[in-house]
């Protein structure tokens, strides 16, 4: 089992930087890849990074290319976010999961463990 807890959200200005992190608990956190996602309001949830165990590789949704960075921690058991030039198009929950296998995936099913989720609006 993982638990995850994600930090960081809130509200920003159009252009601004927000850092988001997600707490691992529950077992070996170098073991697992780990994934963002996030949700706007009335749209699926969609894939914006992922990284692998030991943030060798990482991927990123074209959307989110060149202004969003995914990194990790693995002696702290942490993963991060850092998205920077942000629109109003970034609004939304956005969510870390992990998967207990050493590569990263874009797909939502493909990740067993999910965080609750922490609100980012960028306001114009």
């Known amino acids: 089992q993982v638990q995850l807890v994600e930090s960081g959200g809130a509200l920003v200005q159009a252009g601004g930087s927000l850092r988001l992190s997600c707490a691992a608990s529950?077992?070996?956190?170098?073991?697992?890849?780990m994934g963002w996602f996030r949700q706007a309001p009335g749209k699926e949830r969609e894939f914006v990074s992922t990284?692998?165990?030991?943030?060798?590789?990482?991927y990123y949704a074209d959307s989110v290319k060149g202004r969003f960075t995914i990194s990790r921690d693995n002696a702290k058991n942490m993963a991060y976010l850092q998205m920077n030039s942000l629109t109003p198009e970034d609004t939304a929950v956005y969510y870390c999961?992990?998967?207990?296998?050493?590569?990263?995936?874009?797909?939502?099913?493909?990740?067993?463990?999910w965080g609750q989720g922490t609100p980012v609006t960028v306001s114009s």
């Open positions: 990284i692998n165990w030991s943030g060798t590789s990482t």
């Open positions: 999961a992990a998967r207990a296998t050493i590569a990263g995936s874009k797909f939502p099913y493909e990740y067993a463990y």
């Open positions: 529950g077992r070996t956190f170098g073991g697992i890849a």
